[in-house]
């Protein structure tokens, strides 16, 4: 079976059902990154408020929680179609990490519902109602509700990456928890949940970036845009150094659990020790990349050709070849076949016994048993080289873009700067700040793009294929929903471009 | 009820509140629409729960034992 399936979707239930994931799941990450991002921006607002008691604070502070929320509301429930897919076209996935992920998703949709819905109500209603440091508590307050939401999901996106703190069950067939908080606090989850949260806020800034050069392009609202990109600018530098930073985390762990993943990133086919980081195809920066995953420039970095056939890792314990993961997957299945119908059967606990150790030993290859082909498990590789460059080429472009809005802002230094006035620059200059939004969520979903298409052909790391994950739906039903998706996410979209553009160009309200 | 009473004031911050919203009508309406396609027609009539539709009650395990162990 071809995993290559980006470009080949084809009339089968599992190239429409990951197209149908994807489309949902990117249109899902639309909303969620600027309602993180505007949370930070919003709360610094309202925090000078506080402090200085400035009605120009609270005006600008209302006005970007006015766009927070229609970007709040247009992302309410986009979330939970995916769990309905799980449901309908990954029901084999559902049913057997169920008791995991059903966890953190009930958690995140309680904790969601009860922080959101209380605080925001406050924030929106409360401003003549509550006490001011109240009210200041609940903006920040709806932001973290809606960072601790991100948390719990990427928990259970991280614990697809890289199952910790389950055991599998072959009676119930399910991976059932043993430790929450392996689960919960997975190293994995911790830097995806730090990467993710602080590249949001990028967006967040970059958004506000935008919306304030374009009143300056306007010769309006001058102050309000002066300020926010002065809080912006230190906001989304900050991020693109902290997405820096955790990416450099990140990699390290996708190194450590996922190396195909790192290999397909780098288009690494045979790997070593000092190894360098590609910029693009034939141009690299030595040792780079070894210290990128290893932290040490001499680091042996395993390519895709030593994974399949085998290698040896740093701490001298050999890594199997898939040959032989494939083998010892194919037991596994064996085994668990065998050992339902011996118990159905009444077999002595002897016998079961032998079956469950069978099992437990090999089970973290299980997945490997479905693989016909060893070159099966590797991912597409020109997805993942392009879209990590694409995220961290934008990533480097943000670092140097805040930096000089800031250094022009601030006029520093000041003999280079002293002439530059933000708010008289010449169009084109607010037409970077603006063009940049695009740019800002193609990096955001490139990111994505890496951690998903990286892990391919797992929906569960080395446990469960998507293939065997995918319901034995109708691939023609799977289609029509897609396409019926793709029609009410463009609406939606529109909608939502719409009021935020009205009122963008409707500008704040000033209180006085 | 009292004025200063803690219900009372919850019960007054999301009346009033949701009384002198302007944008927000417009956005409750499309949360309104948007969770009536999502939870009526789109989770009635697209995605109904397949292992609860083919396997019959207790019997889930053994349908997805099924399905997954004979993908060998």
């Known amino acids: 079976m071809t995993t290559d399936l980006f470009l080949n979707i084809d009339a089968s239930s599992i190239n429409w059902a990951r197209a149908q994931f994807a489309l949902t799941a990117i249109y899902h990450w639309l909303f969620v990154p600027l309602t993180l991002g505007l949370a930070v921006i919003m709360g610094i607002c309202e925090t000078c408020w506080y402090r200085t008691r400035d009605t120009f604070w609270r005006d600008t502070a209302q006005f970007w929680q006015k766009l927070f929320g229609v970007n709040f509301a247009m992302g309410i429930a986009t979330g939970i179609i995916l769990e309905f897919e799980f449901g309908t076209n990954w029901s084999n996935y559902s049913w057997f990490v169920g008791d995991i992920f059903g966890a953190p998703l009930a958690i995140e949709g309680i904790v969601a519902f009860f922080m959101e819905s209380t605080f925001v109500a406050v924030m929106y209603f409360g401003w003549k109602k509550v006490s001011p440091g109240f009210h200041l508590a609940s903006t920040w307050l709806t932001g973290l509700g809606a960072t601790i939401s991100a948390w719990w999901i990427l928990v259970a996106n991280a614990w697809m990456q890289y199952p910790v703190g389950c055991a599998f069950n072959p009676d119930t067939m399910r991976n059932e928890m043993v430790s929450f908080l392996d689960v919960a606090l997975s190293p994995f989850a911790i830097d995806k949940f730090c990467h993710t949260v602080i590249s949001a806020w990028i967006i967040g800034a970059v958004f506000v970036v935008a919306v304030s050069c374009w009143y300056l392009m306007k010769k309006r609202e001058t102050k309000l845009a002066t300020e926010s990109i002065k809080i912006a600018a230190i906001v989304g530098l900050v991020a693109s150094l902290g997405a820096a930073m955790t990416g450099h985390k990140s990699a390290q762990s996708v190194s450590q659990v996922q190396p195909m993943k790192l290999a397909a990133m780098e288009a690494l086919y045979e790997g070593g020790p000092e190894q360098g980081l590609a910029i693009i195809p034939g141009v690299k920066v030595p040792y780079a990349l070894s210290f990128m995953a290893t932290n040490d420039f001499a680091g042996y970095v395993p390519g895709i050709n030593d994974i399949l056939n085998g290698y040896a890792k740093s701490d001298g314990t050999l890594e199997p070849s898939v040959d032989e993961k494939i083998q010892r997957g194919k037991q596994a299945i064996t085994a668990l076949a065998d050992y339902r119908k011996a118990k159905k059967e009444g077999a002595n606990p002897a016998l079961l016994n032998e079956y469950l150790s069978t099992i437990n030993s090999n089970m973290k290859y299980f997945g490997y048993g479905y693989v016909k082909d060893k070159n099966d498990v590797v991912p597409p590789v020109w997805v993942n080289f392009w879209a990590f460059r694409i995220m961290v080429g934008l990533g480097c472009l943000f670092i140097l873009f805040f930096a000089v809005i800031l250094a022009v802002t601030y006029k520093f230094p000041k003999a280079l700067l002293q002439k530059y006035d933000i708010t008289t620059l010449p169009d084109w200059h607010y037409w970077v700040g603006i063009l940049l939004v695009p740019l800002a969520y193609i990096a955001s979903e490139s990111g994505w793009l890496v951690a998903e298409f990286g892990r391919q052909p797992w929906t569960i790391q080395d446990m469960l294929p998507t293939w065997v994950a995918v319901s034995d739906v109708e691939g023609f039903s799977v289609a029509l929903t897609f396409f019926l998706f793709l029609f009410l996410f463009t609406l939606m979209l529109c909608v939502e471009i719409n009021i935020l553009l009205k009122q963008i160009k409707k500008g704040p309200e000033y209180n006085n | ?72």
């Not at chain 2, 009820?1 to 944008?23: A, E, H, P, Q």
């Not at chain 2, 989770?43 to 053994?62: D, Q």
């Open chain 2, 1 to 72: 009820m009292n004025r200063k009473n803690v219900l009372y004031r919850i019960y007054d911050l999301y009346v009033d509140g949701f009384r002198s919203m302007t944008l927000g009508r417009t956005l409750w309406a499309i949360i309104l629409i948007k969770l009536f396609i999502i939870f009526v027609i789109l989770k009635l009539f697209f995605f109904p729960n397949f292992i609860k539709e083919h396997a019959a009650e207790g019997e889930e395990s053994e349908f997805v034992a099924t399905q997954i162990l004979n993908q060998q």
